[in-house]
Nanobody, 125 residues
Framework: VQLVESGGGLVQAGGSLRLSCAAS????????MGWFRQAPGKEREFVAA????????YYADSVKGRFTISRDNANNRAYLQINSLKPEDTAVYYC???????????????????WGQGTQVTVSS
């Protein structure tokens, strides 16, 4: 599976972005999709995940109420809508695909088999 993120950029605090992840190479609905982010000098951290059907979503506590993950299986895309951006949201955002999702492990980057190259989100104060 190949993953390509887009939609990052420089925004002011309080602004919004919609990140997109385009997938190719396999049946998209087989995969749980996740979004992770990595700020300079920090470890990669879980942001959100969505089941293959789109019926179940998961969020990190730090983004609940501000971020929304979704997917369009007909067009092989996953999305991350980011609202009320804060400077601490500045990071490279990655999408990832998990072919054999284990219950309760949606937050673990080691569970994911494929990764995109990342898209930079920078929030100015």
């Amino acid at each position: 599976v190949q993953l390509v993120e887009s939609g990052g950029g420089l925004v002011q605090a309080g602004g919004s972005l919609r990140l997109s992840c385009a997938a190719s190479g396999d049946t998209f609905s087989y995969y749980r999709m996740g979004w992770f982010r990595q700020a300079p000098g920090k470890e990669r951290e879980f942001v959100a995940a969505i089941s293959g059907s789109g019926g179940t979503t998961y969020y990190a506590d730090s983004v609940k109420g501000r971020f929304t993950i979704s997917r369009d299986n007909a067009n092989n895309r996953a999305y991350l809508q980011i609202n009320s951006l804060k400077p601490e949201d500045t990071a490279v955002y990655y999408c990832a695909a998990d072919r054999a999702p284990r219950s309760g492990r949606h937050y673990d980057p080691m569970q994911y088999d494929y990764w995109g190259q990342g898209t930079q989100v920078t929030v100015s104060s």
